[in-house]
């Protein structure tokens, strides 16, 4: 069994790697720091499981766990994020994830879940399973947010953290025209006229600090 751990930070690759380690004795870890290094070394070592932070340096995790579901459709993804449930786990069970679990309980649930995930099932959270009950209910409104697309709520909590459009673009690996047409859907959407309509919008519904 071969897992390979993905973050940008070392002390946290660590971390994961005892946690594992401690209850898939015999398994063997490799570790990356963006997700560049993930896609190379899926090209040259089949592994298990990939544990994979959705925010690191360069690609977005969104990006990766869509080009990792593509040509590798069974490798079970268990995503972590700093970020609350209610604003990319959804996102990122419909995109293939196996599971999407928050940094500050992964030690008490990343086990849990690699040890269901390898039996060939997935893992959903107490806290996240009761959203996606009150998600049935088709009289519920809808955030407006819950009308983006991925890349373009990706790239709407950008602007509204206040990052230019030329750098969102390096972000990203588009063009800022691109990014300006994003932009331009996420406003309309959102039946929004400014930055500073989103930027209120976003800290309204918890989208950005």
Known sequence: MHILIADDHAVVRRGLREILADVLPGADFSEVGNGDEVLSHLKKSPISLLVLDISMPGRSGMD??????????????????????????VRCLRAGAAAYINKESASEELATAAKKILSGGHYVSASLAEKLVANLDESVDKPLHELLSDREHEVMRMIAAGVPLTEIAERLHVSVKTISSYRSRIMEKMQMKSNADLTRYAMTHGLID
């Open 64 to 89: 990766v766990l869509r080009d990792v579901k593509h040509t590798y459709p069974r490798l079970p993804v268990i995503i972590l994020s700093c970020q609350p449930e209610d604003q990319y786990a």
